[in-house]
């Protein structure tokens, strides 16, 4: 079992071209799943809005973005990223899970997604939003 944290971060509308950039300053590939893509389109004009992405370099580099739909509030001083934390095992990821839980908002209850076996977001009382999954291949 292991677990990784992954910066997080999130746009509204630019997560596509900041993902881009990123690779061209630190390599690797990126990886981009648009609401479309998913299946979850709740406002046509958003469509090709990225819903997951992410780019991993050889180097060790690793970022994840997405935008966040216009029905939920976003600011971008003042959320601007989440901690994505990530395995392959689904006790170990529920444990933190509920660790974690404890004293939070729950954005998103943790269960099973479409794009991954466990799929969770959650406020801590600290005010630091939480991703949390269990890793899925990506079939794109």
């Known amino acids: 079992m292991s677990v990784t ?3 997080h971060l999130n746009f509204r509308g630019a997560a596509r071209e900041a ?4 690779q061209s300053v630190f390599g690797g590939r990126v990886v981009a799943v648009t609401y479309r893509d998913a ?3 709740q406002d046509e004009n958003e469509a090709g809005w990225v819903m997951w992405g992410e780019v991993v370099g050889d180097s060790g580099f690793h970022v994840m973005a997405y935008d966040v739909p216009s029905r939920l509030p976003w600011n971008q001083g003042e959320q601007p990223f989440f901690v994505s934390v990530r395995g392959d095992d689904t006790d170990e990821i529920s444990a933190l899970w509920r660790k974690l839980a404890e004293g939070s908002t ?3 209850p943790l269960a099973a997604a ?3 076996p466990l799929y969770g977001m959650l406020t801590d009382r600290f005010g ?3 991703v949390l999954d269990v890793t899925a291949p990506y079939r794109g």
């Open 128 to 130: 630091v939003t939480w």
């Open 19 to 22: 993902l881009d950039f990123y």
């Open 114 to 116: 479409p794009w991954a």
């Open 39 to 41: 299946g979850t389109v």
């Open 5 to 7: 944290t992954t910066t």
């Open 106 to 108: 729950v954005v998103q």
